[in-house]
């Protein structure tokens, strides 16, 4: 069996991938946008110049980067996902904690069991529903309009983020469960 020291470590740098791969995708959303609001701009500036130069209104024309919304709404969708599985695990998300800051050391972590394991429950769900979606979109072939683009595969890293998830809340709900204090692992250093 490992020791907890690599167990950590190897969780450690799932946690890492995890990130890194919500952030590349959060970059991709950006870049996406910025670029295609760039030429969008540049093209209804040129057919401005252009009418100018003419002497009318007659001319216009926009270009756009083709599939730029849905490829950015995918790349968000894989974005949050992504990030919800390094989020739960460390427990660093938005949350009231009003009743668990009143609660005793042992009423404490009987609130984290609970809802760790009311999370891991609906991972679960939630990560059967997503293989769902992904094989009824295998199956039916959908595609985004213009590039005809198949949806599944941006579905599936969803999906795939969505399971790595539920695996780190499986972790950390073990953890709490076994007594250990999961919060003091990982600790996440203050921006400044």
Avoid at 18 to 36: M, P, Q, R
Avoid at 72 to 93: E, K, P, Q
Avoid at 112 to 119: C, K, S, W
Wanted: net charge negative; aromatic share 14%.
């Amino acid at each position: 069996m490992a020791s907890p020291a690599k167990l950590n470590k190897a969780i450690d740098k799932l946690i890492v991938f995890t990130e890194t791969a919500a952030g590349i995708f959060l970059a991709a959303v950006t870049l996406f946008v910025f670029v295609n609001v760039t030429v969008r701009g540049a093209s209804t500036g040129l057919s401005d110049v252009v009418n100018w130069f003419q002497g009318n209104e007659s001319f216009r024309f926009v270009l756009t980067i083709p599939e730029w919304y849905h490829l950015s709404c995918l790349a968000l969708g894989v974005c949050i996902f992504w990030g919800l599985a390094a989020t739960s695990y460390r427990n660093d998300h938005i949350k009231v904690d009003i009743l668990w800051d009143w609660a005793s050391p042992a009423n404490k972590r009987l609130i984290d069991i609970f809802a760790t394991g009311v999370l891991f429950l609906f991972l679960l769900v939630f990560s059967y529903m997503l293989g769902v979606k992904v094989m009824s979109g295998y199956a039916s072939g959908e595609a985004t309009y213009d590039l005809r683009l198949e949806l599944w595969p941006f579905h599936l890293v969803m999906a795939l983020g969505i399971v790595v998830a539920t695996l780190l809340v499986a972790v950390r709900l073990f953890r709490l469960v076994r007594g250990e204090n999961v919060e003091s692992e990982h600790e996440i250093e203050p921006v400044e």
